[in-house]
């Protein structure tokens, strides 16, 4: 069992009506604002006047960016360091999903360097070591950006998808209210809740031994998604529902459940390229990529893992042989993905082509194999990917 | 279900070998530093002499403040305070378990005002707005205090045992390592995990409506201590165990599983009230309590409560009379206490007299009847006390 550091100082407004604090907390850090944002969502279901009036009350000077896309660009964030720098910004806030949220963290780290920062990404990147104060609003349950010190970028010039953590990254305070989510679509809704629970399996499942107490809190998280994620999508206005989706959303991967396990993460590395080629939603390639990938790895050895997710988390017998209630876990995750959540359950559906597969099998081990559950080389990948197929 | 501020900015070097850590961690403070403990125990393990050749090496100027009773006193907060005021002191250091941490969370409060620090306790309890920067080194798991912004303090002269919760009490930093807990004697680790289950219990067994990923967690830590409890008793130097009672300590009180929950504490202020008078092991109280109360509150409006209890904590069996599992619930927590972990099962055992029962039960009503799981009254208390004749 590995030693480790838990340090995850940010602070959360969750609920409704929470924003009455957002003035008292961005004047800790100045008046000057950068506030970011993606496509006109934010304004059609009433926040972006919500906030505004917020930032006007408390006096706050504010400048805008908007027009972040999902999997966001590198050159948004170039956009956003250039006003950092140009107005003096004291404090960023995002509002959005992950995608601003992932991109607003990087804007704030570039604005205290002098470098490019697509330098922050890659074999050689570049040190983190200061970032402008950011305070978040989410709007999307998925991705956990807003108590995380990560953030995914893309680069269409070079078809590179790279992540990078960073503990300057981290939010100061953000603020999760589950309403905020009520418009957020089906697909969407469903997208976001096989992010979750990728994001928690990429750790649950994993040989080395580490705390009980964790795993126990993975099947619960695992567990909430499956009761709510339906309930949220049938009824969206539901309050239950949306709210344990968006806690467990930052939960699943602000760093708790990680103790000391140090294992690379493998459906990640996996679905990076493929949106990084299509431009297709990151949940729903884990969707498809996660039970093959369970399927792929399954032998003697680890069909224990197999056995706790099934039991705890969909309530299958525990009564019967280890390999049969390890089949029975991917079927229900497989069922639960693509009939539950009715998420498109291949690639051939989404336009993924098999051309691509070696190439996006390189990238995804380009920094070596992926050390995961078990270890990937590119060939492997192929493989996965064309089960995919 | 209600709004709530998540805010627990403690960092925490879990595992072996972290105080090597431990000099950087102080010395962002300053320079003098207030060494607190209890008796010998740090000395006899070697921790004292490991802690002392870190503050050395660091360069830190030591103080020492030793003989910090269980259940502190409020004699022992002022001769903190004293030494704080008259040293010049930067941050505290308290190495122990929750008595000390506790005792010198309002050292650090104290050394902050004029008055006197018994006045932070009571109904017209003083505010706590600063306090000097306090690290901790856990040596047993229990209290949460490592974690939490709160603290207990006993005052024999006015036979008080009153708590305390204020922001600016929660540590900086917490070292937590399991292999200072094996030392811990099979008693205290036994009334160690009594006390880790109320702190979640007392918050689990509640009928307002919150998030259901907290109570999955919740169940989550219970499991976790029926299973590692037993293993620590038999293997003291079981790393595994230790480990997992450890970090579960910590997480049963630091406020992530209040959500947003605004019911008060039951078994707590019915406790506090023995060991003011008789100055018993806390745990020791709680494991007597715990099932009395369980016992007294059951009713048809609650009983979903302790099915989820029984089934998800214990795995008894859910295909059966609700009323059924629920009195198995209760059978199964108090074999779990009395019988598993081998504590005393009465008052009478423990010596607590009858006599007391009135008085004890109108100060745990100090403040009002105790609006918990079910209201409870001076009567209400004074019935459950007799249960545990």
Known sequence: MNSF????PVKVYFGENQLSHLGEELKKYGNRVLLTYGGGSIKRIGLYDNVIEVLHKAGMEVFELSGIEPNPRIESVREGVKMCKEHNIDVLLAVGGGS?????????????????PWEFFGANAKPIERALPLVTILTLSATGSEMDSGGVISNLATQDKLGRLAQPLLPKVSFLDPTLTYSVSAYQTACGAADIMSHIMEVYFNMNKDLYMLDCFMEGMLKTVVRYAPIAIAE????????????????????FINGGKKKAWSCHPMEHELSAVYDITHGLGLAILTPRWMEYCLDETN????????????GIDANQEPMTIAKQSIQRLSDFFFK???????FTEVGIKRE???EMAR???RYGDIRGFKTLTPEDVERIYEMCL
């Open 5 to 8: 550091i838990y340090d995850i």
């Open 100 to 116: 601003t949220i992932d991109a607003t963290k990087f804007m704030a780290a570039g604005a205290c360097v002098e470098h490019d």
């Open 236 to 255: 969206p206005e539901n309050y239950e529902a949306r709210a344990n989706l968006m806690w467990t959303s930052s939960w699943a991967i602000n760093g």
């Open 303 to 314: 069909v224990e893992k197999y056995v706790s997710f099934g039991v705890n988390v969909f």
């Open 340 to 346: 539950t959540l009715g998420l498109q359950s291949t």
């Open 356 to 358: 691509d597969f070696k």
């Open 363 to 365: 990238k995804a081990c």
